[in-house]
């Protein structure tokens, strides 16, 4: 049994996730359904997959944690892999992740959207169940400061989803586990770090949460996710994440800092054979801070329903809308190749200064620099490699 087969085939089959089981058959997840097919997976050859993919380094942590995160591209698809231990041996748990570069256009998302990233300051949460798209709605606002802004960026993820090509931003994408102990250490590392955005793959537990408010209090532009059905059960699953007693300082701070939310859900279009994001936009008008710091947060679903002049959406009019929108994307069809738009200008490589020693690999990774004569508004390219983040670069002694 080779993973990168089942992984061509489930891709093949439009899956967006791949369960393997020792002993059991495996199951892809094709537009929210689950089917389930072939013969049970033989539990050897199961524990010989997650030990090549984990790394015989990084082994030792799986057999104490029992549990392991990475992200990997397998036969051309980017995978966010989850190795897990159960009662019948090892399992994997494979989100197969879009192979073209997210952006508002492509997942079909309101160009309100891009309105929000304007801001240089404050907190954007990103919203829904499990499975609803979050991750690629963050990487598009990514991309849209990368596509359009010069920025600083840094996103701190576990594990790393979607590789950024910096364009006119400079990007800088952290792994937890491997290139930062934990969301906490990264959360602290980025205020020393000059990030004007700052991207927090997910807010799971009080002290994330803290410094992620934190963070966007002190100038900087975050953007987050956080489990919830609806904008407002997501500012209140942020709140009593605290104990009571500082509750109504936390809502204080998010208020405060809060720019919009965004909850959202996938729905199926047959006659598409896609799955398009329905979201509900809340934007933070003076009416919902208010509402926030008061903790009344069952007022804010009328507060939509009435903000459409401040760009706030309810779901059924968000539905609406996409109804009567006939331009969708749909993959496969003209599509591009992830990070493949059109460059504006052209530069030349520069040398290293003699001060840093390059490493010698066969694949180098490229910094450029202007050409002569270039200007000084041009965007500048810069290309990672995969597989060279784990080098440093050390001053000769």
């Not at 919203?127 to 609803?132: L, Q, Y």
């Not at 998010?254 to 859900?265: E, H, K, N, P, T």
């Not at 710091?293 to 309810?314: C, L, N, P, Q, Y």
Request: proline share 7%; aromatic share 6%.
């Amino acid at each position: 049994m080779e993973l990168e087969s089942l992984i061509e085939s489930a891709a093949g089959g439009g899956a967006s996730d791949l369960h393997l089981e020792a002993g059991m058959p495996a199951a892809v997840r094709v537009r929210g359904a689950l089917q389930v097919s072939g013969e049970p997976v033989p539990p050897r050859a199961l524990a010989e997959i997650a030990r090549r993919l984990i790394g015989e380094e990084q082994w030792p942590v799986f057999l104490e944690r029992r549990s392991f995160d990475l992200s990997k591209t397998i036969h051309g698809v980017r995978c966010r892999i989850n190795i897990l231990q159960t009662s019948r041996g090892i399992g994997l748990a494979v989100r197969l992740l879009s192979s073209f570069q997210a952006t508002v256009e492509k997942l079909n998302l309101h160009p309100d959207l891009k309105k929000l990233v304007k801001n240089t300051h404050g907190l954007i949460l990103v919203s829904g169940p499990t499975g609803s798209g979050k991750s690629s709605t963050l990487a598009a606002l990514i991309q849209e400061i990368n596509l359009t802004e010069t920025r600083h960026i840094v996103t701190v993820e576990s594990p790393i989803e979607y590789t950024f090509r910096p364009r006119r931003s400079y990007i800088r994408q952290r792994e937890v586990g491997r290139d930062t102990p934990s969301f906490e250490q990264a959360l602290l590392d980025a205020l020393r770090e000059d990030p004007d955005v700052l991207m927090v793959g997910e807010m799971r537990d009080p002290e994330t949460m803290r410094l992620t408010l934190s963070a966007s209090e002190t100038g900087h532009l975050v953007l987050a996710t956080v489990h919830s059905s609806s904008c407002a059960e997501a500012l209140q699953r942020v709140a009593s994440a605290f104990p009571a007693e500082i509750q109504g300082a936390v809502c204080a701070q998010l208020a405060d800092c809060l720019v919009a939310v965004i909850s959202q859900r996938l729905r199926f279009r047959p006659d598409l054979n896609i799955r398009v994001p329905e979201c509900e936009i809340l934007v933070a008008t003076h009416a919902v801070k208010n509402f926030i710091r008061t903790r009344e947060f069952f007022k804010i679903i009328s507060a939509i329903e009435t903000g459409a002049d401040h760009g706030m959406w309810g779901f059924q009019r968000y539905c609406k809308w996409l109804e009567t929108r006939t331009n969708l994307f749909v993959p496969g069809q003209g599509s591009e190749p992830p990070d493949s738009e059109p460059a504006e200008a052209t530069f030349v490589a520069a040398p290293l200064p003699s001060a840093v020693a390059a490493p010698k690999t066969e694949k180098k990774s490229r910094i450029a620099t202007p050409a002569p004569g270039a200007q000084e508004g041009h965007r500048i390219e810069i290309e990672p490699v995969e597989g060279e983040f784990g080098k440093i670069l050390k001053r000769p002694e």
